[in-house]
């Protein structure tokens, strides 16, 4: 399935962030620490946005912004075009840890942020029983944190998120904690429900360290960098899933984003377009005989 951006920023916009920039004040209290430089950018429907960016650079930062928990220095967030006063009213954040109740049960815990909104207990029953269904963990209602695996506490997580059926839902670093192949399961079920339309988010944000993971989730790709931190490149992957890991296409942009992150002399680029590389065709070899080249040998 292709890139699935089929209007312009303008025209769907969920969520736009201009010129937003975030100091924080110096240890000393002499100063402040600039984290974010100027940053705009926006969030369309029916896109998941991917991003990277080197440790301690203001991506936790940006996605708080994002989500309004955390006020920006100067610039300003809309949400359908109206500047976002306080918590974002139509989002949910998948932490990086599980951040899980250990005293509630699976469902209790999928059920509190609709306790939060009032809602009626029959429609909370109803609507966490189906995310818990949809992420996979059917028959694990009555479960205590506890007795859940990692992959199984981050899917309540995930479950939690999604009951409220956000606009827009934000992961920070959601496969960090677990390990290679739970966090491969839970990236492809998840990749699943989203292309297939079962998730009830218009649009996801999610910020990795894993650039492997950013090219096989990502429709577009923000690449963060430099000291205070600047958007320094937005990708639009318009690479087809399944994305295969040993595909021309692939290793080209990881090895794009790679350098990206490592080469600080690259000069910023707006917009990159990512698109799919034809494989070369196989070549094959002259025959030759042993004795034909035995002179060459010698």
């Keep these: 399935m292709a890139n699935r951006l089929v209007a312009t920023a303008e025209q769907t916009a969920l969520l736009e962030v201009r010129e937003v920039t975030k100091a924080f004040p110096s240890p000393d209290g002499k100063g402040f620490i600039q984290v974010l430089s100027p940053l705009s950018f926006s969030i ?10 080197p440790s301690g650079g203001g991506k936790s930062t940006l996605l708080r912004i994002l989500l309004g928990l955390i006020p920006p220095t100067s610039g300003e967030v809309l949400v359908h075009g109206k500047p976002l006063r306080g918590v974002h009213p139509n989002a949910a954040l998948v932490f990086q840890q599980f951040a899980l109740l250990p005293w509630l049960t699976v469902l209790e815990n999928v059920e509190l942020p609709l306790r939060a909104k009032g809602i009626p207990r029959l429609e909370r029953l109803k609507r966490a029983l189906a995310v818990i269904d949809m992420v996979g963990l059917d028959g694990y209602e009555s479960a ?13 997580g995930l479950a939690r998120a999604l009951v409220v059926e956000p606009e827009l839902l934000c992961m920070d670093e959601p496969f960090s904690a677990l390990d290679v192949l739970t966090a491969e399961n839970l990236r492809a079920e998840l990749l699943r429900l989203w292309l297939e339309r079962k998730m009830p988010t218009k649009a996801i944000v999610m910020v990795t360290h894993n650039l492997e993971e950013a090219v096989q989730l990502a429709d577009r790709i923000l ?14 992957v318009d690479l087809p899933h399944p994305r295969s890991p040993d595909s021309p296409s692939f290793r080209a942009l990881l090895d794009d984003l790679y350098q990206w992150m490592t080469d600080p002399t690259r000069p910023d680029q707006k917009v990159v377009v990512a698109t799919e590389i034809s494989p070369q065709p196989f070549v094959p070899l002259p025959h030759a005989r042993v004795g034909g080249i035995a002179g060459l040998l010698h």
């Design 44 to 53: 369309r429907a029916e896109e998941w946005v991917v991003v990277v960016g």
């Design 144 to 156: 205590y944190p506890r007795e859940l695996s990692g992959g199984m506490k981050q899917r309540v």
């Design 223 to 236: 690449v963060l960098g430099g000291r205070p931190t600047r958007l320094r490149a937005e990708i639009e």
